[in-house]
C-alpha cells in the first residue's frame, strides 16, 4: 500500500489506516478474537496505521492493540492515542499534571515506554489557543513520554489553529463525501505548513455504504442509535451531523455514482479512496468489525478516482448538505 509522511512526524504510515473506536464500544460488541484478527486482518493487507484513543471503551480499545504489538512485534506499525475526555470538559483540566497522568495510563495500556503520537481529543475550543497547553505537550516531548504530539478537531476553525502552532505534528478531522468544508482552507494549510491531515469519520458513520435504509436499526449501545441528538458527544461524529432521513437518500444516489464512474466498485471503498486522493491528505482511518471489512477497506488505497466521481461528490455535497452542514463545522 502507499505510504505517506505524516506530517511533523516524519513516519511513513498506510494511506489506509484503521480506527479502532468500534474495537472498544460504541458500536455494539465486538469480542478480543474477533478485535485482533481486525488488526492482523489490516496489517496484512498493508496498513501500517492504528488510531486509538484512551476512552475507546475504559483503555479497551488500546489494551488489545498492546496484546497484538506484544504478539506481532515486527509488524511496522505507528499507533496514534487521543488524550483528553476522561475528566471534565473544561479548558483547566488540560495541565501538565493531567498529560502525564493521562498518558501513563496510555503507555501502560498499550505497552510502550513512549508513545508514537498523542492527540487532543477534541477538546473545548479554548484548548486550541492556549500556549500552555502546548508548552505542556512540548514538555511531554521532552521527557520522553511522547514522540509527537497533534489534534483531533471538530471544526475547521480549531484545525486551523493547531496548524498554525510549530509542534503539531498532525490534524485529525471529519472528512467525508457528506462534510467538504476542509477542502476550502484546512487541507491547503495543512498541506503549506507540513502537517499530517488524518481523516476519519469517512463513511459518515456507515451511510456511505448504501446499506441502510430509512427502517435500518442500531443496538442501544451503538453511537448511531443513542447520539443522533448530539446528546453525548458533538453530533458532527454520528452520520457526520447530517439528517438520518437524508443522509439514507444521499447515500443512494452517491451509490449510483459510485457504479457509474466505477463500475463494480463497492461504495464504502470508493468513499474511502477518493478521500485518500486529495492533496493534503495523509491516511484515512475507516474502523471494521471484522476481517473482511477490514480487507476492503484496505484494498481501497490502491484504487484510481476518476474525476467523474470527484464531481459528482461535490455535487451531491451542494444540493444535499452544503447549507446545513457547512456553517456548523
Not at 460488541?29 to 493487507?45: C, F, I, K, M, R
Not at 483547566?92 to 505497552?111: C, H, I, K, P
Not at 477518493?274 to 480487507?295: F, H, K, M, Y
Not at 461535490?314 to 457547512?326: G, K, L, M, P, Q
Request: hydrophobic letters at 45%.
Amino acid at each position: 500500500m502507499e505510504q505517506r509522511i505524516l506530517g511533523r512526524t516524519g513516519r511513513s504510515v498506510s494511506i489506509v489506516g484503521l480506527g479502532t473506536w468500534q474495537l472498544g464500544a460504541d458500536w455494539g460488541d465486538v469480542d478480543e478474537t474477533a478485535a485482533l484478527d481486525v488488526l492482523g486482518a489490516s496489517v496484512d493487507a498493508g496498513v501500517t496505521f492504528f488510531d486509538t484513543a484512551d476512552v475507546y471503551g475504559d483503555g479497551r480499545s488500546e489494551t488489545v492493540i498492546g496484546r497484538f504489538r506484544r504478539e506481532n512485534p515486527s509488524a511496522p506499525l505507528t499507533v496514534a492515542t487521543k488524550m483528553g475526555r476522561r475528566g471534565p470538559q473544561e479548558p483547566g483540566e488540560f495541565t501538565l499534571a493531567n498529560f502525564r497522568a493521562w498518558t501513563d495510563r496510555s503507555r501502560a495500556n498499550l505497552g510502550v515506554d513512549r508513545l508514537d503520537l498523542v492527540q487532543l481529543h477534541c477538546p473545548p475550543t479554548p484548548v486550541f489557543s492556549s500556549d500552555a497547553v502546548y508548552d505542556a505537550l512540548d514538555t511531554l516531548v521532552e521527557e520522553g513520554a511522547i514522540a509527537n504530539y497533534g489534534v483531533s478537531v471538530e471544526t475547521c476553525a480549531e484545525a486551523l489553529a493547531a496548524i498554525a502552532r510549530p509542534g503539531t505534528a498532525s490534524v485529525q478531522i471529519i472528512l467525508n463525501a457528506f462534510r467538504l468544508k476542509p477542502l476550502d482552507e484546512v487541507l491547503p494549510a495543512a498541506l503549506a505548513a507540513g502537517v499530517g491531515i488524518i481523516a476519519r469519520v469517512p463513511l459518515a458513520s456507515g451511510l456511505l455504504t448504501g446499506r441502510y435504509t430509512a427502517q435500518t436499526t442500531f443496538a442501544a449501545d451503538d453511537h448511531r442509535n443513542y447520539n443522533r441528538d448530539g446528546g453525548s458527544f458533538d453530533v458532527g461524529e454520528t452520520f457526520s451531523g447530517v439528517d438520518y432521513a437524508q443522509g439514507v437518500a444521499a447515500a443512494r444516489e452517491f451509490s449510483a455514482l459510485v457504479e457509474s464512474t466505477m463500475p463494480g466498485t463497492a461504495p464504502a471503498a470508493a468513499a474511502i479512496a477518493w478521500i485518500a486522493s486529495l492533496p493534503g491528505v495523509t491516511s484515512v482511518i475507516p474502523g471494521a468489525r471484522n476481517r473482511a471489512q477490514a480487507e476492503s477497506n484496505a484494498a481501497a488505497g490502491a484504487l484510481t478516482v476518476p474525476s467523474a466521481l470527484d464531481a459528482g461528490v461535490h455535487e451531491i455535497y451542494d444540493r444535499s448538505f452544503r447549507e446545513a452542514v457547512h456553517p456548523r463545522w
